[in-house]
């Protein structure tokens, strides 16, 4: 059985910075893709940034130049965000998607950009 566990959420103020970890246990010779999501209230679920097996990465428009993904090994990924903004305020999931297009996600964890 496939787990994800967010952690590294939390308060910061505007410009301030916060890094995000997500540790993945179970079947994770697999995967393919893994990638960050964030949901404001009111909003969809929204991809961040995605890094293949292979190290690819990509971002969204939003965050490009102030966020990082980044993974080590095989079943721990990164974000590092950088120049928080209050629009950043977020429930970030961590997710993966396995060989076959099986994808998983994490409970979330809250960053919340506030003075």
């Known amino acids: 059985q496939v787990q994800l566990v967010e952690s590294g959420g939390g308060l910061v103020q505007p410009g301030g910075s916060l890094r995000l970890s997500c540790v993945v246990s179970?079947?994770?010779?697999?995967?393919?893709?893994m990638a960050w999501y964030c949901q404001a209230p009111g909003k969809e679920r929204e991809l961040v940034a995605g890094?293949?097996?292979?190290?690819?990465t990509n971002y969204a428009d939003s965050v490009k130049g102030r966020f990082t993904i980044s993974k080590d090994n095989e079943n721990t990924v990164y974000l590092q965000m950088n120049s928080l903004k209050p629009e950043d305020t977020a429930v970030y999931y961590c997710?993966?998607?396995?060989?076959?297009?099986?994808?998983?996600w994490g409970k979330g964890t809250l960053v919340t950009v506030s003075s």
């Open positions: 997710n993966i998607r396995l060989t076959g297009g099986r994808t998983y």
């Open positions: 179970g079947n994770i010779f697999s995967i393919v893709f």
């Open positions: 890094i293949s097996s292979g190290g690819s």
